[in-house]
């Protein structure tokens, strides 16, 4: 039987360090995971006692609206008013979606298709990649960079010695638009961003407004990350630039800010010709989320709005003891400013291995996993990425098992 789809897919890796993962588990050993971004950090309570008593109301167990219900809407409008100082019409300006990889895949349906181009970042969390290669457009990958690496590694404007990354980004979006034909009809985005964490401030985000307004071409922020950044550092919304819901999208998600990633509660919110038809789109494809969960969404974030916060510190503690915990092992990595992972590149002594190798190398021999770089692409090599889903004491206990394993430090 001949399929369509997905036979350009490549092997997950991923699933080649969980597989280790488990059979050292069923070995019987202790294995610290720090690989799939898989948040440990409980939902908000107030949600969970809606939840139940939403559940209990038979008038909930029936279909219930695709776009979300207006109260959830409404209380997602708020929260943009709040957070960011962005007013949205929560009729025209915001569609639910069964979280953020649901509604990023989908409104890919509607923006492009066969003959068109997406710009993506390289390396990147693989669905922004996927997604509209499945909706049958080409994908050009734009290398990013590291936060870590030396500006002329990133592709930074000549003379600009303190370049970042994320201006080395920007350079390598402009190179690849003037030499792509026909021109591209996307670009994704997704800041602060995983795998690299690499951050942008608002200025930034108006430049791409900007170049988006000129040429035409349709932006989609994934705004995973929210609320998780550090040391004082705020990501803006894309739509706090002026002028930004002529051309931009922003998804927005429960999963990280509030800790409710098996609910499935984002949202999609800018444009309102893209808005709707996504809207659309999703009339025929589902009808929503369970009526429980966005009525318990609604309350998490009109009743507990500062509970982002407290999930942030947990992270913040976190990133603190594995980065500075490396450090004393001899592996010195960059405090991320946002993000609930941690991107490190791998020790000289070890690099000639590959993520792949010296990932299963980690898992294997120093209980500890964490996700190989190439997984998010080419641009990932030579990187792994650790999630912070550990608490401290645990990640404490890794980092003793590493450094009796990377004996080369």
């Known amino acids: 039987m001949e399929l369509r789809r997905i036979n ?15 059979q050292a588990r069923r070995a019987g050993e202790d ?17 969970v006692e809606k939840l139940a008593e939403a559940v209990h109301n038979p008038r909930n167990h029936r279909y219930s ?15 943009y008013l709040r957070r960011f100082g962005v007013n949205l ?26 003959g068109d181009t997406a710009l993506v970042p390289s390396p990147s969390y693989p669905i922004h990649v996927y997604a509209p290669l499945f909706a049958g457009a080409d994908v050009q990958q734009v290398r990013l960079g590291d936060p870590q690496e030396a500006p002329a590694a990133v592709g930074a404007v000549e003379g600009g010695p303190e370049a970042s990354a994320e201006e080395g980004f920007f350079a390598n979006l402009m190179a690849a638009w003037e030499s792509t034909w026909p021109k591209p009809r996307v670009i994704v985005l997704s800041f602060p961003h995983n ?5 942008v401030d608002l200025a930034w985000m108006a430049r791409i407004v900007d170049f988006a307004r000129e040429h035409e071409v349709v932006l989609v922020h994934d705004f995973a990350y929210s609320d998780t950044a550090f040391d004082g550092y705020v990501p803006p919304s894309i739509l706090e630039v002026p002028g930004a819901k002529e051309v931009a999208v922003e998804l927005y998600t429960l999963t990280k800010s509030f800790s409710m990633a098996g609910w499935r509660v984002a949202f999609m919110v800018g444009n309102p010709t893209i808005v709707a038809a996504l809207t659309k789109l999703k009339s ?4 929503g989320t369970f ?46 400013k946002g993000t609930m992972f941690v991107w490190a590149r791998i020790p000289e002594p070890y690099r000639d291995m590959g993520s792949l190798d010296f990932a299963k190398l980690l898992v294997s021999e120093g209980q500890v996993a964490c996700s190989p770089g190439m997984g998010f692409g080419p641009g990932g090599d030579g990187h792994v990425r650790f999630a912070l889903i550990e608490n401290e004491k645990r990640i404490g206990q890794g980092i003793r098992s590493l450094r009796r394993t990377l004996t080369r430090l």
């Open 8 to 22: 350009g897919l490549p092997p997950y890796v991923f699933s080649i360090i969980d597989g280790l993962k488990m």
């Open 31 to 47: 294995v610290i995971d720090l690989g799939f971004g898989n948040p440990d950090i409980p939902s908000p309570d107030v949600a």
């Open 65 to 79: 609206a695709s776009r979300g219900i207006p109260k959830l809407r409404l209380a997602l409008a708020d929260l």
């Open 89 to 114: 019409d929560p009729d025209t300006e915001v569609v639910a979606t069964i979280g953020a990889k649901e509604g990023l895949s989908h409104v890919m349906w509607v923006l492009v298709g066969p």
């Open 195 to 199: 795998p690299t964490t690499a951050c």
């Open 284 to 287: 025929y494809l589902d009808y």
């Open 291 to 336: 009526q429980p969960i966005q009525i318990a969404a609604t309350v998490a974030m009109n009743e507990a709005p500062d509970y982002p916060k407290a999930v942030n510190e947990l992270y913040q503690g976190r990133r603190d003891a594995l980065c500075e915990g490396l450090g004393r092992i001899g592996w010195p990595v960059t405090k991320p």
